[in-house]
C-alpha cells in the first residue's frame, strides 16, 4: 500500500487502484536529554494518569508512538487528521492540573514541539 499524501489530501493507493483520499498530520514533540531518572518516572506517571486520559476525549487522533533514548532524551510523534486535533489535543493537556503528588519542577515541558502535514506513507513488507 502506498499513500502519497499532498498537504491537504492523502492518497492512498493499493496495488496501483486509487482507494481513498484522507488527511494526515504529525506532530514531533521533542524532550533534549539527558535527564534523570526521576523525572522520567514523573512524566510516565504524568502520561499514563493525566495527559492520556485528557487527549483520549479528542476525536481526531490516530496514533502516537514515544521513542526514548538511553539518556532520556524522547520524541513524542503522534498522528491526527488534522492540525486543528493536533492543537485541540495540546489545549486538552494544558486544560489539565497536576495531580496529588506531581511535582512541577519535574515536569519542565517539551523542548520544542513541530507540524507537519505528512507527505507520503507507505507499508514496508506488506503484501498485496
Known amino acids: 500500500m502506498l499513500a502519497r499524501i499532498r498537504p491537504d489530501r492523502a492518497v492512498m493507493r493499493l496495488g496501483g487502484h486509487h482507494v481513498k483520499e ?3 498530520y504529525a506532530q514531533l514533540i521533542y524532550f533534549d536529554g539527558p535527564r534523570s531518572s ?3 518516572a514523573a512524566e510516565d506517571f504524568a502520561a499514563a494518569e493525566r495527559i492520556r486520559p485528557a487527549i483520549a476525549a479528542v476525536p481526531g487522533g490516530i496514533r502516537t508512538y514515544v521513542l526514548r533514548q538511553p ?5 513524542i510523534l503522534t498522528l491526527a487528521e488534522t492540525e486543528q486535533a493536533l492543537h485541540a489535543g495540546r489545549d486538552a493537556i494544558m486544560g489539565t492540573t497536576l495531580l496529588p503528588g506531581e511535582n512541577p519542577d519535574l515536569l519542565p515541558g517539551p523542548d520544542r514541539v513541530e507540524i507537519y502535514p505528512v507527505h507520503e506513507v ?3 513488507g506488506a503484501t498485496s
Open 38 to 40: 526521576e523525572q522520567l
Open 22 to 24: 484522507a488527511t494526515m
Open 71 to 75: 539518556d532520556g532524551a524522547e520524541v
Open 122 to 124: 507507505f507499508e514496508h
